[in-house]
């Protein structure tokens, strides 16, 4: 019965630290991206996103963080997510750019945002994963 507790104790410290750890690992998963999800994002892309963080994903610099090999969307990705729902002026750094501009929030539904966000995550060479729309509609406003 010991072993048994002990074994459960460990299997809920394991779950509860792979809750609070916010690596992208918990967020997405290695699931393919299918062509048609990749037009409907870069549609989206085009609309939304473009004007600032431009065609490739190169952002302007040091005014507009860019999405193409930005380390930001790889390792943190649940504030990026949160930045693009909620909208953002807080300072961040982008592979080691300091970036303090405003991005408005995007006003997308949680479809229309796993959409752009599987395709800002599968282009320009970044292979981050791909996210769903029950994760992004867990990301809240941070208090
Ligand atoms: C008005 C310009 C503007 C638009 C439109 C815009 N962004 Fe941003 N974006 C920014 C700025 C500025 C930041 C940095 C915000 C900060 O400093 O807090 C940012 C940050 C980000 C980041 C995190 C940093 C990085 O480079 O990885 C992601 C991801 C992102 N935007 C994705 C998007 C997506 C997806 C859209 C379209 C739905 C979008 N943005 C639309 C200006 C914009």
Redesign the pocket.
Known sequence: MKIFNNTLISLFLLVSFSCTNSSNKTLVNQGPVSKSEMEKGAQ??RA??M???RKNGE?LKS?????AN?D??EKKME??VR??KYG?????K?NGIR??????A?G?KDKD?SL??NY?LNSWGNSYGRIEPETIRSIKEKK
Request: glycine content about 2%; charged content about 10%.
């Open positions: 989206i892309y939304k996103c004007t600032c963080h952002g005014v507009y963080p860019p999405l930005s930001f969307l504030d990026a930045m693009v953002s002026s807080e300072a961040i982008v970036y303090q501009s405003y991005m408005p995007s997308l945002l752009v966000f800002i």
